[in-house]
């Protein structure tokens, strides 16, 4: 499938399983036979280097960058970002070059932090990382670095953080297409998808190809940093500017974005113990990893909206974006936590 201008190249493992989580649905039923049916869209399996939901929104970027003959990918994110790490087993599968810059968002001096996890990962996958402090305009520093390889000779492509841009936000359009088609192959009626949001490229992309295919099932992002009318505005925006690359920007209105920022606790990529405890009941009840920045946020939401009733008699579709690479660099974090 092509959509719109940009031809993807192709490396992730698609279509992604759908698998009913009959555990976890069992957990959250309230013994009424209410609570949700739990299905799980398994983008945590997308297939490269330890997969993830940035693995589709790259086979668009990354179809871009070759077109225009680049080198070196540029990109940021967090220091334990999964887009980062996506990022730059991308540039190693095309022989590219990749220069990161990580923004020291959450301030936490641990070494498992700062050095295990995905930072490990980035390094084996032979990206050039650069750490720079909170609050840093990581846009004006993805320029700055740009501009750096482009003196020396090179030829970079900037991607922004998450890969959230129209061209990224295509390949959540292309994931919409097909989890439809998979629920229609297995009967199965959707009521409702719910996914985490940050960057807001998934969920955008989610609705821009349900809109644009004209299917009627509602998205519930749960969001990881920014507050409501933030992410609700940033999602619409986004959402809206990839239907018209389809040629459909009307079918995108703002009624169809909602996200629930109830649930981001201290701020991003910091846990707590609700975000420990759904780690484990994911882990303990599905055999599934969840990670403490982005699924388990959007678990522990679920879990909770699902505890006052507001999934009663639904099927509910949870995107698992991946993330579990991350774990590792929360180890002292979760110290004590697991018994
Ligand atoms: C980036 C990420 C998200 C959020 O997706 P956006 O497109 O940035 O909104 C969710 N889960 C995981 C594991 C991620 O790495």
Aim: hydrophobic share 45%.
């Amino acid at each position: 499938m092509n959509l719109a201008r940009f031809t993807p190249v192709r490396f992730a493992h698609l279509p992604t399983p759908l698998e009913p989580m009959i555990r976890l649905t069992e957990a959250l039923s309230n013994g009424l036979g209410g609570g949700p049916e739990l299905w799980v869209k398994r983008d945590d399996c997308t297939g490269l280097a330890g997969g993830g939901n940035k693995t589709r929104k790259l086979e668009y970027l990354l179809g871009d960058a070759l077109a225009n003959d680049a080198d070196t990918l540029v990109t940021q994110g967090a220091v334990q970002s999964n887009h980062v790490r996506q990022t730059a087993a991308a540039a190693a599968r095309f022989g590219l070059a990749c220069e990161i810059i990580l923004e020291h968002r959450t301030g936490s001096q641990a070494i498992d932090y700062n050095r295990s996890g995905n930072v490990l990962l980035d390094e084996l996958l032979g990206a050039k990382l650069r750490v720079v402090p909170a609050g840093t305009d990581m846009n004006q520093a993805l320029a700055e670095v740009a501009a750096e390889v482009a003196e020396r000779g090179g030829r970079p492509y900037v991607i922004p953080g998450g890969g959230s841009n129209i061209i990224g936000a295509l390949g959540y359009v292309e994931c919409a297409f097909e989890l439809v088609a998979q629920a229609n192959e297995a009967g199965l009626e959707i009521d409702r998808i719910v996914t985490a949001t940050g960057s807001a490229g998934t969920h955008a992309g989610l609705v821009a190809g349900l809109a644009v295919m004209g299917a009627d099932i509602p998205v519930l992002g749960i969001g990881v940093r920014a507050p409501k009318d933030v992410q609700e505005a940033n999602v619409f925006k986004l959402a809206q500017d990839t239907a018209e690359l389809l040629g459909h920007r009307d079918r995108v209105s703002r009624e169809m974005v909602v996200a629930d920022c109830d649930f981001v606790g201290a701020g991003y990529g910091l846990i707590d113990d609700s975000v420990v405890d759904a780690l484990k009941l994911a882990a303990r009840t599905e055999g599934l990893l969840f990670d403490p920045v982005y699924t388990g946020k959007a678990l522990k939401g679920l879990i909770a909206l699902a505890q006052i009733g507001r999934f009663d008699g639904e099927t509910v579709v949870f995107l698992h974006t991946g993330g579990a690479q991350g774990l590792s660099g929360y180890q002292s974090e979760m110290e004590g936590k697991l018994a």
